[in-house]
């Protein structure tokens, strides 16, 4: 599918509504109030201006917390902090929510930015990335906040898909959060039905104006190829001992409709055949075992080829 470059996955950019994530007793940018801090019992609002730089009343925190771990207080109340039955005080996101709150923000906002992905809409995109944020692709390349803006736009004709979040963890330090999420692509194209799964690790930073992405890392989910089936005289083709060096030798035989291998000081694995020539072992998507015939159609050597890079063992017997 023709998705923007290196973000099929989408970013995961995980911003929360402004108005739910501002702290409380702080207005949310472009709700057409300050930023100033909510006044404090009895203040009037003209107090609450005046005192605009003066620090929201906090409660004292408990043992070992810190200061800015802990929620400003709301007009009449000595404490917005529920103790733990052990007498610990509760974790406070920096939003002035609980750490579930969070999780439960940014997931949502990681689903909407997904769906702008589909939509090619990259003004939600440009709302909650960080300027200066650094993203390494699938596909190892870098981008920036401003090649990835290119690069949405809407589907061509003929193409359509979603992507719906499958997992999705969060880990938060201070006013940092690191989101680990799983996301899986579906994807009808020209009629044909397509299926990936993407994961992405990504860091976010909680600013004046909410959350913003500042590093995102996407990996694409392999998989196994699908397996044919060949003759058995077909398999005995690749029947041998395979030499890698002097004391490591890869051994291949057939143990009824299928082939086994078995390399020096480890355990045999069952060997699939993707093509012709091309084997692989369950489990190991990365890899295959790519088999060389000479000109007389005799299978000499086999490549064991890990993305471009390939290994060669000789074939030494039959």
């Not at 020209?190 to 004046?208: D, K, V």
Request: contains cysteine.
């Amino acid at each position: 599918m023709p998705w923007p470059g290196a973000i099929v996955v989408a970013l995961g950019l995980v911003m929360p509504a402004l108005a739910a994530c501002a702290p409380r007793g702080v207005a949310a940018p472009g709700s057409g109030g300050g930023a100033g801090v909510a006044p404090n019992a009895g203040d009037s609002a003209a107090d609450a201006t005046s005192n605009a730089g003066r620090p929201a009343d906090v409660a004292a925190p408990g043992p070992g917390a810190r200061t800015a771990d802990v929620a400003p207080l709301t007009a009449g109340r000595t404490t917005d902090v529920a103790p733990h039955a052990d007498g610990r005080t509760a974790d406070i996101a920096p939003n002035g929510g609980s750490r579930a709150d969070v999780a439960a923000t940014l997931k949502a906002q990681t689903q909407q930015l997904l769906d702008a992905v589909t939509a090619g809409d990259p003004t939600v995109w440009d709302r909650y990335l960080d300027p200066r944020m650094t993203y390494l692709s699938e596909a190892g390349e870098t981008e920036t906040k401003a090649s990835l803006l290119a690069q949405i736009k809407p589907l061509p004709p003929g193409i359509t898909g979603k992507l719906v979040i499958g997992r999705f963890d969060v880990q938060q330090f201070g006013d940092t959060a690191i989101a680990v999420h799983v996301d899986e692509e579906s994807e009808n194209y020209f009629g044909q039905e397509l299926h990936a799964q993407y994961m992405s690790i990504a860091t976010w930073r909680l600013g004046p104006d909410g959350w913003k992405l500042i590093a995102q890392n996407v990996y694409a989910s392999l998989l196994d190829p699908p397996a044919i089936t060949l003759p058995a005289a077909q398999l005995d083709d690749y029947i041998g001992t395979y030499r890698l060096n002097d004391k490591i030798t890869y051994a291949i035989r057939r143990d009824g409709d299928h082939l086994v291998g078995e390399r020096t000081d480890r355990p045999a694995q069952p060997l699939r055949v993707e093509a012709r020539d091309v084997l692989f072992v369950p489990g190991q998507p990365r890899s295959r075992k790519v088999f060389l015939r000479d000109p007389s159609g005799q299978i000499t050597r086999f490549a064991d080829r890990r993305e471009a890079r390939d290994i060669l063992w000789t074939r030494v017997r039959k």
